[in-house]
Nanobody
Framework: QVQLVESGGGSVQAGGSLRLSCAVS????????MGWFRQIPGKEREGVAA???????YYEESVKGRFTISQDAAKTTLYLQMNNLKPEDTAMYYC?????????????WGQGTQVTVSS
């Protein structure tokens, strides 16, 4: 059974940083991507960052240069380092496994962790 458990969310002021973690278990890595998504109430879930099987990162335009996706060598933990946070980054953040790029059609999802950025 695949389990994805996020942690690291919280409340910060604009310009601050947070590091999200996603503990991955029960998942056999494939040629597909792992990713981070975010969602605010009333809007569709959007891709923030993704990483392919070779460790190459991909980012949504608004987070380029501020967010960094990475994973540990064993691929059991996925990270999202978020720097220079802005109020518009406020959302529930989800990690996901076995999908394609930044498209929200991943089959496996965590429960989410809330990020709130105040101005």
């Amino acid at each position: 059974q695949v389990q994805l458990v996020e942690s690291g969310g919280g409340s910060v002021q604009a310009g601050g940083s947070l590091r999200l973690s996603c503990a991955v278990s029960g998942y056999t890595h494939t040629n597909n991507y792992m990713g981070w998504f975010r969602q605010i109430p009333g809007k569709e879930r959007e891709g923030v960052a993704a990483i392919d099987k070779d460790g190459n990162p991909y980012y949504e335009e608004s987070v380029k240069g501020r967010f960094t996706i990475s994973q540990d060598a064993a691929k059991t933990t996925l990270y999202l380092q978020m720097n220079n946070l802005k109020p518009e980054d406020t959302a529930m953040y989800y990690c996901a496994a076995d999908g394609w790029w930044l498209l929200p059609s991943y089959p496996y999802w965590g429960q989410g962790t809330q990020v709130t950025v105040s101005s």
